[in-house]
């Protein structure tokens, strides 16, 4: 890992667990051991920093949306890939969704949070055109905004959470019940 990642790295754990605004460079460079010069020479700002650190997130989320428009044929058929797919993204990136659920209001001007916002936004849209009923968007709606949140909430180290593995299962399941019940009760049946 070069001294880049590691500051990236350091960077999503503190804005993760002390809010960007409670967090300064200097409290980052102290974490990987590095001085202050150091990682501006990195990056320019603060701000240069979590665009850097919360790119790889927006990416993913990203290719993930460019995914769903192959849905659109067979949506029963596509939705645990998609389900499985969306859960294990956030989870990959779990630090980054933390900082996007938990500060996004604070930091609304930020370009990664700008971004953040159209993804959900497209995320929403998608989601509005291609639910067969309300009913099933709200579910939906609440599930992956749920997962969200409850990712968010992990990265809190001061309670005891299930192992990742557990969560993961416990997301999937809940969502497909929320997205599919008629085709996981179907199933429940067989």
């Known amino acids: 890992m070069t001294t880049r990642d590691e500051i990236l ?10 809010g960007y605004l409670g967090s300064s460079i200097q409290q980052i460079a102290d974490d990987v051991g590095t001085s202050k010069s150091s990682v501006l020479y990195h990056f320019d700002s603060k701000e ?3 665009e850097a650190a919360m790119q790889p997130t927006m990416d993913a989320l990203s290719a ?5 428009p192959a849905a659109k044929d067979d949506k029963v058929a596509a939705a645990p890939a998609l389900v499985t797919r969306f859960v294990d993204t956030l989870m990959a990136h779990s630090a980054a969704v933390s900082i996007f659920v938990t500060q996004r209001g604070a930091l609304q001007e930020v370009p990664a949070i700008v971004r953040g916002n159209a993804i959900v936004d497209t995320i929403a849209s998608t ?8 009913r ?6 609440i599930g992956l905004a749920g997962v969200a949140f409850i990712l968010a909430d992990a990265v ?3 309670h005891e959470h299930p192992s990742p593995e557990e969560m993961r299962e416990i997301f999937i399941d ?4 929320l997205c599919m019940p008629e085709a996981v009760a179907a199933g429940e049946d067989a």
């Open 9 to 18: 790295q350091a960077a999503l754990e503190r804005f993760a667990r002390y």
């Open 156 to 158: 809190d180290t001061t």
């Open 64 to 68: 993930l949306i460019d995914a769903l």
């Open 174 to 177: 809940t969502l497909l019940e």
């Open 136 to 141: 099933s968007l709200t579910r939906l709606s």
């Open 127 to 134: 989601l509005v055109l291609e639910a067969p009923t309300t």
């Open 48 to 50: 240069a920093l979590l």
